[in-house]
């Protein structure tokens, strides 16, 4: 992640102030259950993979703050692993979904971690990326808040996620869920 120390310090209360996104839409986006492995990118305390752990096989969590994984490993719901998501420690192909939520924005380079993420993804796998739409104005003021906060974010549109996603081989899906979130969704 771009910044993480900004994380580091709301570990603990982070679960209490950004709720958890809809499990049924997570559901249908990332087409489970399946009996293979799952890497939840940039997922922190696990508040998403804590509504993923019972429809896969095994579940993975990556981030780069150790504040955020501990919460995670408190809940016992994925095996978690401090790195970046531009250099992930595991082999080509290894995961049969790949999710990044609200997470995209926080990586330090994201052609990079865009790349990263479909190179662990199987053929036949599935990568979503769930991420504010910063063509939306709320998130354009997120946006300024974080710039402010010196959190090193940089808002990519769908559109250039889908790009980016393209321009790995894939051919994204943009949804929108409601009025601030898009998900770019990509088959290998």
Known sequence: MANNIHFDFIASIYDRVIGPPDPERLRA??????????????????????????????????????????????????CPVQTHVERLPFPDGHFDRVLAVDALHHFADQRLAVAELVRVLKPGGRLVIEEPDINRFPVKLIALGEKLALMGSHFYSPQQISYLLAANGLDPLIEYDDAFTAWVIADK
Do not use: C, F, N, Y
């Open 29 to 78: 986006v990332l087409a489970l259950p399946t009996p293979g492995w799952l890497l939840d990118a940039g997922g922190g305390t696990g508040r998403v993979a804590a509504h993923l752990r019972p429809l896969v096989g095994r579940l993975v969590l990556s981030d780069l703050s150790a504040p955020m994984l501990a919460q995670a490993q408190e809940k016992g719901i994925a």
